[in-house]
């Protein structure tokens, strides 16, 4: 059954506190009440009743709002980094390594990465402001008191949106990426685009693509869930908006880096 | 299971006669900030009651700890005759499901239209409706606060007043036996906040709800009131009519009143 009572964090207790103590203590205890949120999150995740029509129109909106985005950027960066890695490739005369090279360093590493920051730049800056200023207004409140359990209603389905809609849109951006390099060989050269697929394909494996795909699951989840986080348990108060939109994507894209960065040691472990 | 008590626990609404909320030494306190420090209150069926006193005496605390927004650190609270502390959840959201709580600030849903803000709470909490009760219910609320025209529109698009009522109709809409009103008419044109204030006296005399309104307006508590009560460092200082305390022997009190 629903529960009306949460586990609220008294912050504004807490942060007359932080403001105190040193910076060290301070990122303590952050960590702690984001891992307690997302505990909280995960118990409150497989509980029935599932707000399945607000997953759904939160799916929709997340993906809706950033594909064009994700899109452009992901044209762009296939397409410089072809041009800019040409010459390079050229002095060791390995120029025809140039669609190869590229396509990895896309589907590995830059394809994901930066669709995440843009993600967390739009996305989860949005959710924070959003349940932010939800928060100010007592719009959490109302909710509680209309018979929602809100984390549910909000939290969770934005942060499973966010979860599902992220990899999604790295497929994308890594497709539109290669086109944009294939763009960019043609600029200087004269390669079908059958070759061109020909050679990517030759070159990657299953352990290019396996990893790069899965961490996108994580990169999603810390995104919506730092957005909500920071959205939830903002400072009552205007100026509480416009901090938890900013540090959502402060510390969701610190957040993005790091988790690469694990990704990365785990995946080599494996190979070789 | 939850039918079952909501069933048992409406039939005792309808039987109740004698007080419908009490609350017995009342206290809550944030850190060392000791907000309520012992409030008795009770309200009677059919009954409005006032409550005033300074900003931030706790007032809105008050009427959060009755709905479980804000928790009491000690005291009793029994609302249809039930300590609210011996039920278990289901009950619990059974019984709150009869109290309605109009937030100071309104709490309008802004990614909602003027019809989805009405809806949410009848299809959160009424779960077996069907669409065409539910529009019927929604044209229904509109009218009884005068809103009718502004259906589809946003609560950007509304003026003060306006997202006043629209709160005022959302928490009408399930015609709960309590209301508890933050403030209902505050940063309100003397003749809006009028208007306001008649619609609670209209909502009292039409649904019999027993109701606690807080407020700074005294013309709104001259209209409304059956009983006001005054909060003063965490207790109940004074109680009484507005005419008895209008002429009250204590300054402070009658300078509410002027
Ligand atoms: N969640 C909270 N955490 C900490 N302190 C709080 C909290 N809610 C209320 N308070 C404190 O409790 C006191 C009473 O607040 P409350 O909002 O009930 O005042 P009020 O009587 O409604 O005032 P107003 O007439 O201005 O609305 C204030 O000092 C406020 O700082
Ligand atoms: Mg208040």
Known sequence: ?272 | MSTQVQKNIVSEIEDQTGPVLVMEHLKKSFGNNHVLRDINLVINKGENVVVLGKSGTGKSVLIKCIVGLDEPDDGKLFIFGQDISELDEDELIDIRRKIGFLFQSGALYDSMTVRENLEFPLRRQLHSISKDEIFSLVKEALKNVGLDEAIDKTPSELSGGMRKRLGLARTLILKPSIMLYDEPTTGLDPITSKEISKLILKVQEKYNTSSIIITHDIDCAKITANRIIVIKEGICAAEGTYSELEKSEDPWIRSFFE
Do not use: C
């Open chain 1, 1 to 272: 059954m629903k529960k009306i009572t949460l586990p609220k964090l008294q912050n504004e207790n807490l942060d007359e506190e932080i403001v105190k103590d040193s910076v060290f203590k301070k990122f303590f205890l952050e960590v702690y009440s984001l891992t307690i949120f997302t505990l909280h999150f995960f118990r409150e995740v497989f509980k029935p009743p599932y707000e399945f029509n607000e997953l759904m129109k939160q799916t929709f909106l997340i993906g809706y709002k950033s594909f064009p985005l994700v899109i452009i950027t992901g044209f762009i960066i296939g397409l410089v980094l072809t041009i800019q890695s040409r010459p390079t490739l050229a002095n060791f005369g390995a120029e025809s390594w140039l669609p190869a090279m590229v396509a990895v360093s896309i589907i590995r590493e830059i394809g994901p990465v930066i669709t995440s920051l843009i993600f967390a730049g739009k996305v989860g800056s949005g959710i924070g402001a959003e349940l932010a200023s939800m928060n100010v207004t007592q719009q959490i409140d109302a909710m509680q008191v209309s018979d929602t359990n809100p984390f549910k209603y909000l939290v969770v389905t934005r942060v499973v949106a966010a979860t599902f809609m992220l990899p999604v849109l790295v497929v994308f951006a890594d497709m539109v990426g290669l086109l944009g390099s294939f763009v960019g060989v043609n600029l200087k050269g004269d390669v079908s685009l059958h070759l061109f697929f020909a050679q990517i394909f030759q070159s990657l494996d299953f352990n290019d693509l396996f990893p790069a795909f899965i961490k996108t699951f994580f990169f999603g989840f810390a995104i919506g869930l730092i957005g909500s986080y920071k959205g939830y348990y903002s400072n009552k108060g205007t100026e509480g908006v416009g901090k938890a939109a900013n540090s959502s994507v402060v510390f969701a894209s610190l957040m993005v880096f790091i988790i690469d960065m694990i990704a990365v040691q785990i995946t080599s472990l494996y190979q070789n």
